[in-house]
């Protein structure tokens, strides 16, 4: 029932920006935080921001003044923008909704989607 997908991901030089879209279906968002997660090869899945029900948001400290966490509730469409990116950000990037907020465990975290690549090179 419960359904996200992750769209927006894609290849990018160092510096570059790329703005990640989570479309949201068949739940009500208040009831959820909704978070972003990364996870780059060989490495463990990670919280990256979360924006919770009164509009609060966190983030990692490795993104914070450079990512951002967003929600537009009229198109139910979750977003991380994402500026001066850097080739440590590299990964597969998955939005997630769950019940808590920080920090960000992905165990927290009930319904997912199927992630969309990231790459940061030059």
């Known amino acids: 029932q419960v359904q996200l997908q992750e769209s927006g991901g894609g290849s990018v030089q160092p510096g570059g920006s790329l703005r990640l879209s989570c479309l949201l279906s068949s739940f009500t968002i208040t009831n959820y935080c909704l978070g972003w997660f990364r996870q780059g090869g060989g490495e463990e899945r990670e919280g990256v921001a979360v924006?919770?029900?009164?509009?609060?948001?966190s983030y990692a400290d490795s993104v914070k003044g450079r990512f951002t966490i967003s929600l537009d509730n009229d198109k139910s469409t979750l977003y991380l923008q994402m500026n001066s990116l850097k080739p440590e950000d590299t990964a597969m990037y998955y939005c997630a909704a769950g019940v808590v907020s920080w920090p960000l465990r992905p165990r927290e975290y009930k319904y997912w989607g199927q992630g969309t690549q990231v790459t940061v090179s030059s």
């Open positions: 924006i919770d029900s009164n509009g609060r948001t």
